[in-house]
């Protein structure tokens, strides 16, 4: 579940599956595309800002931006690093890249390299960039320092309208936190799962959690988790 620390709203009535048809494929959400519904809606209607921190008006304008910048082709970052990220994330991924109206940039970290390798070559998917962050004997520190930079520059370089993670690994919480200094809106697929002990599992509850304090959508897997 999704504490009562955090305030921001699930995309109403619309479960991931359906808001994802419906932004790629030219669907209808109140009389709008499904991009501009979901744009707009976390920016502009979102009770604690899809910017936390920021005036209504900020994100007013990031929205301007973005709206602009979308007109063309959206981009839409995938981050991934692990085998469980690859493995929820490719029919994902698939869908996003069978999209014409969207530009999809799969990113990976290299958290897992060989592991995420061999899913990606299962699925018949490629990544537009590799970090390559593994090192021997990796700690945490390592995999979110190196994770915050080789993004941070991939995000300025290609700058994209949403950045995607899934589930609560290292790499999705140092995804999102790039992001977010970035100031690009962060959708979290897999969230709401809580244990309610923040040291167990370790570090994945308090990277879900934290996430859930930067993501502007929320895909939760189930009732409980939405709750």
């Known amino acids: 579940r999704v504490g009562p ?16 048809s419906s932004f790629g ?3 209808k959400l109140g009389g709008k595309t499904g991009l501009a519904t979901a744009i707009s809606w976390f920016f502009l209607q979102d009770r604690r800002q899809a910017l936390p921190g920021k ?14 910048a979308a007109v063309d082709q ?7 690093g692990t085998r469980p990220e690859a493995i929820k994330l490719a029919p994902v ?10 530009n999809t940039r799969v990113v990976l970290t290299g958290q897992h390299r060989e592991m995420v390798a061999q899913v990606m070559d299962l699925f018949g998917l490629k990544a537009d960039q590799d970090l390559n962050l593994m090192a021997p004997r990796q700690t945490l520190t390592h995999v979110t320092c190196a994770a915050l930079q080789g993004l941070r520059d991939d995000f300025q370089l ?8 899934q589930g609560d690994t290292t790499t999705a919480f140092a995804a999102g936190l ?10 979290h ?20 959690r934290l996430l859930s304090q930067i993501s502007s959508l929320h895909f939760a897997p189930t009732q409980k988790a939405q709750a």
Do not use: H, M
Request: glycine content about 6%; proline content about 8%; overall charge negative.
């Open 5 to 20: 620390e955090c305030e921001a709203e699930r995309v109403p009535g619309v479960g991931f599956a359906s808001w994802l």
């Open 158 to 165: 290609y700058p994209p309208q949403l950045v995607l993670v």
């Open 93 to 102: 991924i698939q869908a996003f890249q069978a999209c014409d109206a969207l």
């Open 189 to 208: 697929v897999e969230a709401g799962l809580r244990t309610d002990n923040l040291l167990d599992p370790f570090p994945e509850e308090a990277n879900r």
């Open 55 to 68: 005036s209504l008006l900020t994100n007013a304008l990031k929205f301007q931006d973005l709206y602009n």
């Open 178 to 187: 790039a992001a977010f200094y970035e100031q690009i809106p962060v959708g």
């Open 25 to 27: 494929r030219g669907g």
């Open 74 to 80: 959206p981009r839409v970052t995938i981050v991934l």
